[in-house]
């Protein structure tokens, strides 16, 4: 055993010195300062069964097949809403409803075409959906960095045994980019620059995708059409744009007028149809975390299906018996904030004292539509090496589905894990760590 730890220390230092040489980072803003920092990499792979893997993948397509219904059904016909399974004003009142893209029809009626689905497997055995993030999902790129360099410092390691490839993730998106685009020109990647957090990503998928990475000022609009125009101010045409800009900056004259980091008019050529907008702007309103208490329903809704896979046990204070039950029940649930991401928002009853769970209780009683709340899943732990120790930590799984023409899950995922043994948070923003997740072929 102590030969097996010294050579996963010695692959984990030596993967992390080579992210660190590559640049892999991620940036996060506190207190106003913007400081860059490595994502740490454990060498212990998550894996996943053949038999597992089969079951995450139909559900995971089924999800993310319904959700895209849903975008566009609320987005035109709003039949989900008149017949009374989403209540109204719980689409209206959802900060991600963009009222400017009512009637837009996206290519082929994909909205979210890239989705990170965020899954914890419990202790029960039961996998569980936590969360949908169909605006800007990210983290794919630091698996398949975190790959390439495994196999380039222990090259044995996937020459034996039947572990999926995962260096099909930029085939993928590049593939899903040129049908989107249906010839119209290139594909760009538009990054808000260096000092977003998931800069590194943005580069890196540029490259593996041949396409343009482009920066604000570097993309403008003429006669509804998209034109590119870098270093040497060639005036190129623009038909898809992976955005890595959130939708309240893509357009200075439909969204936030202040925005330096979009593109002046960009709404009008994408209403027109002479560009791609992956993903849709608008999506927020299926990702919003009180919407997602309703996907299982919409799941039967839109395709006549049982739900595979299956949400955690949640509750809105919305509703009054889900109102009654959180505030009786608060000191045992773990409450959201509907508006918060990155594991911001995120309280757990059992951790605050009593005057900090009665001012939390005030809030749910004054804005009920801003909070869900769920039973705390004791999900699995998984091994990671902690210095020359191997401890056990809590993990959960982003998978990557990726809609076309066709909707297909990546057979990879970013597996992100606690470094802290007594949190269930185990977001990149919160100090937490990544491993490699193998999917097995048999």
Known sequence: MKVRI?????????????????????????????????????????????????????????????????????????????????????????????????GINPQDGIYSHISGIDLVEGKDGQWYVLEDNL?????????????????????????????????????????????MNAGRGISVILTPGRYNSAFFEHSYLAEKTGATLAYPGDLFVENSTVYYTGLYKERVRVGCIYRRVSDEYMDPMVFEASSMLGIPNVMQAYRAGNVALINAIGNGVA??????YFVPKMVEYYLGEKPILQNAPTYLPFFKDDYEYVLNNIEKLVIKDVSEAGGYGVVFGKDLPTDKLNELKALIVDQPRRWIAQEVIDFKDLGILEGEECVERKADLRAFVISGKETKVWKSGLTRFSRNPDSFVVNSSQGGGFKDTWVMEK
């Open 287 to 292: 990702d919003d975390k009180g919407i997602y």
């Open 135 to 179: 605006r800007i999902p990210s983290g794919a790129s630091y698996p398949m960095i975190a790959r390439q360099i495994t196999r380039r410092v222990s090259p044995a390691t996937f020459q034996e045994g039947d572990v999926a490839e995962n260096r099909n993730y930029a085939d993928m998106l590049q593939g899903m980019m040129d049908e």
């Open 6 to 102: 010294k050579e996963l220390t010695e692959s984990r230092d030596t993967v992390n010195k080579w992210m660190e040489r590559y640049g892999v980072r991620f940036g996060v803003y506190k207190n106003n300062v913007f400081k860059e920092q490595l994502f740490p990499f454990d060498p212990i792979p998550r894996i996943i069964s053949h038999e597992d893997w089969s079951y995450l993948e139909k559900g995971l397509k089924q999800r993310v097949i319904t959700l895209n219904k849903f975008l566009w059904d609320i987005y035109h016909e709003k039949n989900i809403i008149k017949d009374g399974i989403v209540p109204e004003e719980f689409v209206y009142s959802s900060k991600g409803y963009m009222p400017e893209c009512e």
